[in-house]
């Protein structure tokens, strides 16, 4: 059974996801979510999305997929804890050991591993499986050949991306923002510098010009057959609003 996954980074985007098909949603909170420049939900419009959301019978996964310092863990935590209080049925993350707090703390809470964990091999796989994680949402860097071995030999839940922006390094792990711009990706702030225009100079001389590190946009849909075949219905995609200040890291 095929089970398509939509981002709504607000209350109209979730709308439109619940009323054209989406069996799932993802969103993210006013903290630690890697698309901190999206509108995403205040308390009080997490608790109406999830209400919405399940009235009409659309799964609800909340995003804490940024990397944490310590002293925003306990903020963190109590954010899940009302996630779950409100009914969400899994948590996105991408910190390992919030991931490992949350698992201690709120055993039926689902957690799912993000794409931003890097998990591109079985025993990746098979390490968050034995840490008691849900669902993995596997790096886009795999063929369908690596997809199918990971499914046949996990008892995870397994997830792709079939549609959206993709980023130039792997699954998101990418230091460029930070690194011009003091900007992380990683903590939800992506500038999108791949995605300017820039000039290649060879000895001062000028070779090439243009978007030379934006990648094209991915379309999986003829895929589907082939991921379905590998045993991986979950399907993720995401949007892209403009050029800049985009990130595709859940």
Do not use: W
């Amino acid at each position: 059974m095929l089970d398509l996954i939509s981002p709504v980074g607000d209350f109209d985007c979730l709308k439109a996801a619940v009323q054209n098909g989406a069996d799932s949603v993802y969103f993210g909170a006013d903290l630690f979510s890697a698309r901190a420049f999206a509108h995403n939900f205040n308390l009080d419009e997490l608790k109406n999305a999830i209400e919405y959301a399940k009235l009409r019978g659309v799964k609800t996964n909340l995003t804490l997929n940024t990397l944490l310092k310590d002293d925003e863990f306990d903020k963190a935590i109590n954010l899940a804890i009302k996630a779950y209080e409100f009914g969400i049925d899994a948590i996105i993350v991408q910190d390992l050991g919030l991931a490992m707090k949350l698992i201690s703390l709120i055993p039926d809470l689902p957690i799912h591993a993000s794409t931003q964990m890097t998990i591109h091999n079985l025993n990746g796989a098979l390490e968050l499986q034995e840490l008691g994680f849900k669902r993995v949402v596997l790096s886009r860097e795999l063929s369908i050949d690596e997809i199918n071995h990971i499914c046949k030999n996990t008892k995870l839940e397994t997830e792709c991306f079939i549609h959206g922006a993709l980023c130039i390094s792997y699954s998101g792990q990418c230091l460029f923002s930070s690194l011009i711009g003091g900007r992380s990706g990683n903590r939800g702030k992506c500038a999108g510098p791949c995605r300017l225009p820039y000039e290649l100079l060879e000895n001062d001389k000028k070779i090439d010009s243009g978007y030379l590190l934006n990648t094209r946009d991915l379309c999986g849909l003829e895929m589907i057959p082939s991921l379905l075949s590998a045993r991986c219905n979950l399907f993720k995609k995401v949007h892209r609003k403009n050029r800049l200040n985009t990130c595709n890291c859940d």
